[in-house]
């Protein structure tokens, strides 16, 4: 993750298709981004865009519809995710977005939920990023999400809603949330300047994410858990969509990008 001036996490599949044969990622991203400016309007969030980008929607009344007309090859395409999980707005089928900032309460849901399967799950049972985490030289030392902690845009935009991370117990007495987010944000990608993701999960690296993300979103959650977690948390059904992406990203033999 980085301080950039955008309102959210972006991800995507990397997968060619018929849409890319057409159109660049950059492209593409910027019908992700105004399309997600467009539901924020009119769905009425609290957090409504500034005027300026009222009147940016406006002028692009043409690309949108546009971008409607185009994306409907979406629904075909193998690397198509759930619309129903976190895709609300998303018009290009294989990309997503973790709108900034995190949560407060989806950072405790997240600190309570590793917590908990260190205390009650087997070692040998836990995710191996999960144990990647807990060693002493484990790359994901925190010190990236650290900084961004400190980041205030001068728009007034932060990137996490708590300034201090919260730290784990016991056997991850030495961890915080802050480790946690580091993972996630993957890897430095070798290609940004073709696909303009500057981060990714590898192929090699989607199942253990997988893995990772399953068990600290849905693992043990009584449906009415779930039910009531979805509908407290935006972050929570955001992330849900990243997982979908690595569950289907194993299936295609491909990687996750982001930025």
């Known amino acids: 993750m980085k301080a950039r001036n955008s309102l959210s996490l972006e991800f995507a599949l990397d997968y060619p298709c018929e849409l890319r044969a057409r159109y660049a990622e950059e492209h593409l991203r910027a019908w992700g981004r105004l399309a997600s400016i467009h539901a924020r309007l009119t769905t009425g969030e609290a957090s409504a865009p500034t005027a300026e980008k009222l009147q940016f929607v406006e002028r692009a009344g043409e690309e949108i519809e546009r971008m409607e007309n185009e994306t409907v090859v979406c629904e075909s395409c193998p690397a198509n995710l759930p619309r129903q999980v976190g895709g609300e707005g998303e018009p290009v089928g294989c990309l997503g977005r973790i709108n900034y900032p995190f949560e407060a309460q989806f950072e405790k849901f997240i600190a309570d939920r590793v917590q908990l399967a260190l205390d009650t799950i087997d070692r040998e049972e836990q995710p191996r990023l999960l144990r990647v985490l807990l060693e002493a030289d484990s790359p994901f030392d925190g010190e990236g999400t650290k900084e961004l902690r400190r980041v205030t845009t001068p728009d007034g935009l932060r990137f996490f809603e708590l300034r201090l991370p919260i730290r784990l117990t016991r056997e991850a007495a030495h961890m915080t949330t802050d480790n946690l987010f580091d993972a996630l944000a993957g890897f430095t990608s070798r290609d940004a300047a073709r696909t303009t993701y500057t981060r990714e999960l590898p192929h090699a690296a989607t199942a253990d994410y997988y893995d990772f993300l399953d068990l600290v979103l849905r693992y043990d959650l009584s449906a009415r858990e779930l039910q009531r977690t979805h509908?407290?948390?935006?972050?929570?059904?955001?992330?849900?969509?990243?997982?979908?992406?690595?569950?289907?990203?194993e299936v295609l033999r491909t990687r996750v990008l982001l930025d």
């Open 231 to 249: 509908a407290r948390s935006k972050s929570y059904q955001q992330f849900l969509r990243l997982l979908a992406a690595l569950e289907r990203a």
